[in-house]
């Protein structure tokens, strides 16, 4: 599944053909899932199959052809983009790779999506809990243990969206901070000119 | 479901300090209830503006703008004399240090707010042995802090803010200086006692703390960006059996 979002959220920056893709989606997820070049035109194939990407010209001289995406396909980047993971479908993987290709791309409220993974998290630790003291009162140890398990992985899931959204906003403060310099690089030649 | 009492209300409140250029916003139009059988988490990261919605809630500080209202009683607009009675009368604090008198026992610890307030000794003594009997700590109400354990010292600390009349607690990282499983079970105390009839505003940045909250609410740059529910659906759906999905 998450290929597929992937593709869609690197083809919304621009049309790419197959191997760009595939060398631009292990570059920004910092290599962690590796594709091969056949799953990558497989994915594209069923892409434009459902109407979300379409050939933007003819193949080049090598044969190669660059995908866009369409109206559908940019309408699928941002639901994907503003729609939270889905617990049971491997979390970890898809929000990893979301937030990867966020801070990549423009146009994407990165600490938006920070704030919404958050929220749902905790809302999720929230009836968790409420399962724990359920299982604490009744001494269930083993369904206590189980759902442990699962407020662990919830709680670090938290502890890291804070330590991201920390680093992106330590990162804009930076960028932000460069203009400055520059503005006074040009003021000082000015005055000394 | 009957309304229940709200014992803290903020209504738009604002905090900046200084003024002109330096000037820091540090809360914007902040709305929050807390009723009676409540425990509400805050969350956000440091200079969110979590300390200074607690100490804005418990008349430690005003707001430049907006209203605070503690069991319906207006703290804004108060002299700091009046401030300073109705914090005794209705708020009571935690905070993460610990921070019993340790020339007192237990008892006296937890009596003393009702004594300064002009309660005779015998009736502040009975109180306090009810409140500490609340968070499971009579037993010990004749022992030093330093004859306790750093869990045990904060259930103490709890029985003392919540003694008498005072019925808001307002603890900021009551778990700090705790372990983690004497943390939650000091959250658990919490959660009982708000249950048995207070309201809670817990400040925390641990996630697993704030999840024994009703609500969850979320700060950035003194905004309030998010809250959430225990959605009672999920938990009814996971609680009923079968397949123990997580």
Redesign the interface.
Known sequence: MSIRQGLLALLSEQPMYGAQLRSEFERRTGGTWPLNVGQVYTTLGRLQRDGLVEAAGDADDEGRITYGLTEAGRGEVATWFTTTVD??SDPRDELTIKLALGVTLPGVDI?AII??Q??????????????K??A?AGGDLP?EL??ER??FT??AQ??WL?HV??RVRRAAAAASATVPVADVDHEMQESRA | MTERHVLLEMRGVSRVHGHGPTEVRALSGVDLRVAEGELVAVMGQSGSGKSTLLNLAGGLDTPTAGEVEVEGAALTGRSVAGRAALRRRSIGYVFQDLNLIPTLTAAENVSLPLELDGVRRSKARKDAIHSLADVAMADLADRFPDEMSGGQQQRVAIARALVGPRRLLLADEPTGALDSETGEAILAVLRKRVDRGAAGLLVTHEARHAAWADRVVFLRDGVVVDTTDASSDTSAALAAGGPRHL
Request: hydrophobic share 45%; charged share 30%; aromatic share 2%.
């Open positions: 617990r049971e600490v704030q919404a958050r929220a749902a998290t905790v809302a999720h630790l929230q009836d968790l809990t409420r399962l003291r359920d604490l369904w189980v759902l699962s407020i919830a709680e938290v502890r804070d959204e920390s």
